[in-house]
C-alpha cells in the first residue's frame, strides 16, 4: 500500500520528533526480544541510525524500492547480514524492524488523539514497515545462504590434503563420503601435486570413506586412469573387510590396480617396487 | 605448415610439443619420427606435450600409433608432461590411450627407458660402449 504524499510526510515529521523517545521505546521493545544478547548501548545506536534512515527515506518518498528508499535498503541489509553471522534467528531480526510499529503507536497514542485520519496513517505506515521488515527477512536469508556456500568450499578444501609419505611417495587420505564435487576436487590436487613433486607414486588411502558405491569406485578408478595417463602408479589402501564384501557383491573391478589393506602395507609396496628398480639400475651400473 | 623439431640426444629422441596440435602437424610428426628412428638408430622417444592444453582423440590416437610404428622399428616410447587436466579431459572422454608408456617429467621418462631397455642416461659415459655393443643396430 503506497502512501500519499501528505502521509509520508506527517510520518516523517512524527519519526522527528519522536526523537529519543522514540527510539528508546524502539530499543525497549527489540531488546525484550533479543533477551540480553546485544548491549542496550550498541542496540540503541542501531537503531537510532536505522530511524534516521526511515526519516530519510519517508521525507524523499513513500517508495521503498526506488532510488529514495536506496540508504534505507543498505542499513537494512547491513542489519540482517551482521545479526545472521551472529547467529540471531529470523525472527528475531525481523522483529528488530517490525518493533518501530508499536514505539510509533505509543507516540501516537500520546500525542495525536486517535481520530480517523491517525488510524488510517498508521495502517499505511504500518505497511511500509512491514515491507522492511520483509526486505530484511529477504536480506537475512540471502546472508546466510552465503554463509554456507563458504562453510561447504572451506570444508571441501580442508577435508582433502595430499600428504608427502616418502621420497616419490604421496598419499591421499580420503575423509567423509566421496561424492562428484569432492571426487573432482580430490582428482584435480592429487593429479597437481604429482606434478609438482615428480612422485611417480601415489597412495588413495580410503579407511576414512564410511560406504563405496559404484559411483565412489568410479571416481577412484577415474582418479587412478588420469594418473597413470600422466605416469604415476595409484595403489588404493585402507580397504575395511565390509567394504571389500560390498565390493566384490556390487561387482566392482579393480583391475590391474594394486589394492592393499592398509596404509603401512601400500608404503611397503611401493618401497618394494622402487627398490627393486633401484637395484635393476645398481645391477646394470655394477657391471 | 609448422614442424615439431625432434632432437637427438644420446640414444633417445626427443621431441617437445610446443605449438597447437594440429591433424597435419600431428601426421607430419608420425612421419618425421620414423624416418628419425630409422636414420638415427635411437632406441628411445620421448614426447613431451607439457605444453599442450588441448590433447584431442586425433592426437591421442596419433600418439598411439607413434608408440606402435616406434615399437616396430625397436624404439620404446615415452609420452611425458601430459598436464593434469588433459588427464581428467581424456578419462572423462573415456580415451586411456592403450599402449603407451607415460612418465611425469622428461627425467623419469628417459629413466624409465633406461630401466627397460638398459640404455644408459646420456650423460653415463662409463658404459656407453657396453651400451654400444648389445645394442643390435635398427632395421
Same mark, same amino acid.
Given at each position: 500500500?503506497?502512501?500519499?504524499?501528505?502521509?509520508?510526510?506527517?510520518?516523517?515529521?512524527?519519526?522527528?520528533?519522536?526523537?529519543?523517545?522514540?527510539?528508546?521505546?524502539?530499543?525497549?521493545?527489540?531488546?525484550?526480544?533479543?533477551?540480553?544478547?546485544?548491549?542496550?548501548?550498541?542496540?540503541?545506536?542501531?537503531?537510532?541510525?536505522?530511524?534516521?534512515?526511515?526519516?530519510?527515506?519517508?521525507?524523499?518518498?513513500?517508495?521503498?524500492?526506488?532510488?529514495?528508499?536506496?540508504?534505507?535498503?543498505?542499513?537494512?541489509?547491513?542489519?540482517?547480514?551482521?545479526?545472521?553471522?551472529?547467529?540471531?534467528?529470523?525472527?528475531?531480526?525481523?522483529?528488530?524492524?517490525?518493533?518501530?510499529?508499536?514505539?510509533? @503507536?505509543?507516540? @501516537?497514542?500520546?500525542?495525536?488523539?486517535?481520530?480517523?485520519?491517525?488510524?488510517?496513517?498508521?495502517?499505511?505506515?504500518?505497511?511500509?514497515?512491514?515491507?522492511?521488515?520483509?526486505?530484511?527477512?529477504?536480506?537475512?536469508?540471502?546472508?546466510?545462504?552465503?554463509?554456507?556456500?563458504?562453510?561447504?568450499?572451506?570444508?571441501?578444501?580442508?577435508?582433502?590434503?595430499?600428504?608427502?609419505?616418502?621420497?616419490?611417495?604421496?598419499?591421499?587420505?580420503?575423509?567423509?563420503? @566421496?561424492?562428484?564435487?569432492?571426487?573432482?576436487?580430490?582428482?584435480?590436487?592429487?593429479?597437481?601435486?604429482?606434478?609438482?613433486?615428480?612422485?611417480?607414486?601415489?597412495?588413495?588411502?580410503?579407511?576414512?570413506?564410511?560406504?563405496?558405491?559404484?559411483?565412489?569406485?568410479?571416481?577412484?578408478?577415474?582418479?587412478?586412469?588420469?594418473?597413470?595417463?600422466?605416469?604415476?602408479?595409484?595403489?588404493?589402501?585402507?580397504?575395511?573387510?565390509?567394504?571389500?564384501?560390498?565390493?566384490?557383491?556390487?561387482?566392482?573391478?579393480?583391475?590391474?590396480?594394486?589394492?592393499?589393506?592398509?596404509?603401512?602395507?601400500?608404503?611397503?609396496?611401493?618401497?618394494?617396487?622402487?627398490?627393486?628398480?633401484?637395484?635393476?639400475?645398481?645391477?646394470?651400473?655394477?657391471? | 605448415?609448422?614442424?615439431?623439431?625432434?632432437?637427438?640426444?644420446?640414444?633417445?629422441?626427443?621431441?617437445?610439443?610446443?605449438?597447437?596440435?594440429?591433424?597435419?602437424?600431428?601426421?607430419?610428426?608420425?612421419?618425421?619420427?620414423?624416418?628419425?628412428?630409422?636414420?638415427?638408430?635411437?632406441?628411445?622417444?620421448?614426447?613431451?606435450?607439457?605444453?599442450?592444453?588441448?590433447?584431442? #582423440?586425433?592426437?591421442?590416437?596419433?600418439?598411439?600409433?607413434?608408440?606402435?610404428? #616406434?615399437?616396430?622399428?625397436?624404439?620404446?616410447?615415452?609420452?611425458?608432461?601430459?598436464?593434469?587436466?588433459?588427464?581428467?579431459?581424456?578419462?572423462?572422454?573415456?580415451?586411456?590411450?592403450?599402449?603407451?608408456?607415460?612418465?611425469?617429467?622428461?627425467?623419469?621418462?628417459?629413466?624409465?627407458?633406461?630401466?627397460?631397455?638398459?640404455?644408459?642416461?646420456?650423460?653415463?659415459?662409463?658404459?656407453?660402449?657396453?651400451?654400444?655393443?648389445?645394442?643390435?643396430?635398427?632395421?
Amino acid at each position: 500500500m503506497a502512501l500519499s504524499t501528505d502521509e509520508v510526510g506527517r510520518f516523517a515529521g512524527l519519526l522527528e520528533r519522536g526523537g529519543d523517545t522514540l527510539t528508546a521505546a524502539w530499543t525497549e521493545a527489540v531488546a525484550t526480544s533479543l533477551r540480553g544478547r546485544l548491549s542496550h548501548a550498541e542496540l540503541h545506536r542501531q537503531l537510532a541510525e536505522l530511524q534516521k534512515g526511515f526519516q530519510a527515506a519517508l521525507a524523499e518518498g513513500s517508495d521503498l524500492d526506488g532510488d529514495a528508499g536506496a540508504e534505507l535498503r543498505a542499513q537494512l541489509n547491513e542489519l540482517s547480514s551482521t545479526r545472521a553471522r551472529q547467529g540471531f534467528t529470523a525472527t528475531e531480526t525481523a522483529v528488530s524492524v517490525f518493533a518501530l510499529k508499536d514505539a510509533v @503507536l505509543a507516540i @501516537l497514542d500520546q500525542g495525536e488523539g486517535a481520530d480517523s485520519t491517525a488510524l488510517r496513517d498508521y495502517v499505511a505506515f504500518s505497511g511500509f514497515v512491514d515491507r522492511a521488515g520483509l526486505f530484511t527477512f529477504d536480506s537475512y536469508v540471502r546472508a546466510r545462504e552465503e554463509l554456507i556456500s563458504d562453510q561447504a568450499e572451506q570444508l571441501l578444501e580442508l577435508s582433502t590434503p595430499v600428504v608427502k609419505l616418502w621420497e616419490g611417495v604421496v598419499a591421499v587420505p580420503l575423509v567423509g563420503t @566421496l561424492d562428484s564435487a569432492r571426487a573432482q576436487v580430490v582428482m584435480e590436487r592429487l593429479l597437481q601435486t604429482l606434478v609438482d613433486t615428480g612422485s611417480p607414486y601415489a597412495i588413495i588411502d580410503i579407511t576414512g570413506v564410511p560406504a563405496v558405491d559404484t559411483q565412489v569406485a568410479q571416481h577412484i578408478l577415474k582418479t587412478v586412469v588420469a594418473a597413470r595417463l600422466m605416469g604415476a602408479d595409484c595403489i588404493i589402501s585402507g580397504i575395511r573387510p565390509q567394504i571389500a564384501q560390498t565390493i566384490v557383491a556390487l561387482g566392482i573391478e579393480f583391475g590391474d590396480i594394486a589394492t592393499k589393506s592398509s596404509l603401512a602395507d601400500a608404503l611397503r609396496h611401493v618401497l618394494r617396487l622402487t627398490d627393486a628398480k633401484a637395484a635393476r639400475r645398481g645391477a646394470r651400473r655394477g657391471v | 605448415m609448422e614442424r615439431v623439431p625432434v632432437l637427438k640426444i644420446g640414444d633417445i629422441l626427443l621431441v617437445s610439443i610446443q605449438i597447437d596440435m594440429e591433424d597435419q602437424v600431428a601426421l607430419q610428426l608420425q612421419e618425421d619420427l620414423a624416418d628419425r628412428i630409422v636414420a638415427t638408430g635411437c632406441h628411445g622417444v620421448i614426447i613431451d606435450i607439457s605444453a599442450l592444453d588441448i590433447v584431442d #582423440s586425433f592426437v591421442g590416437r596419433t600418439l598411439a600409433t607413434i608408440a606402435a610404428v #616406434s615399437r616396430v622399428l625397436d624404439a620404446e616410447t615415452v609420452v611425458v608432461g601430459m598436464r593434469p587436466a588433459v588427464a581428467i579431459t581424456l578419462v572423462e572422454l573415456g580415451l586411456s590411450l592403450p599402449g603407451i608408456r607415460t612418465a611425469l617429467n622428461v627425467e623419469l621418462g628417459m629413466e624409465l627407458l633406461a630401466l627397460e631397455r638398459d640404455f644408459d642416461l646420456p650423460d653415463d659415459d662409463d658404459e656407453a660402449d657396453e651400451a654400444g655393443a648389445t645394442v643390435v643396430a635398427a632395421p
